[in-house]
């Protein structure tokens, strides 16, 4: 079974979001997150504030900036696995169109 999980609220820094399927936060993406942990690439994540320390999709890791200059959008973002590198978009009509739901 390739299940998802929904987090209503923040993730907060230290904590750890793992499911063989998607992952959706409904808050701020501060901690670690692991979709696809079966090895799926096809998965996805998507938060209302994306600032993952971690995010790995599948086999694919990506970390955030150590840098403390980067500006912070609010708004809520997909994370995504093509070419073997990790994506991070803004979320609109046709990012997701190419998701697999």
Do not use: C
Not at 25 to 45: K, P
Not at 73 to 83: F, I, L, N
């Amino acid at each position: 079974m390739n299940s998802s999980v929904v987090v209503i609220g923040d993730v907060n820094h230290g904590a750890n979001i793992v499911a063989k399927g998607n992952v959706i936060v409904l808050g701020t993406l501060y901690g670690n997150v692991y979709a696809g942990s079966d090895g799926r690439q096809d998965a996805f994540v998507i938060a209302l504030e994306m600032q993952a320390t971690q995010i790995r999709i599948g086999n694919v890791i990506a970390r955030s900036s150590d840098s403390q200059e980067a500006v912070r959008e609010k708004e809520a973002k997909v994370a995504y696995v093509e070419d073997g590198r990790i994506y991070i978009e803004k979320i609109n009509r046709s990012v997701i169109k190419d998701l697999k739901m």
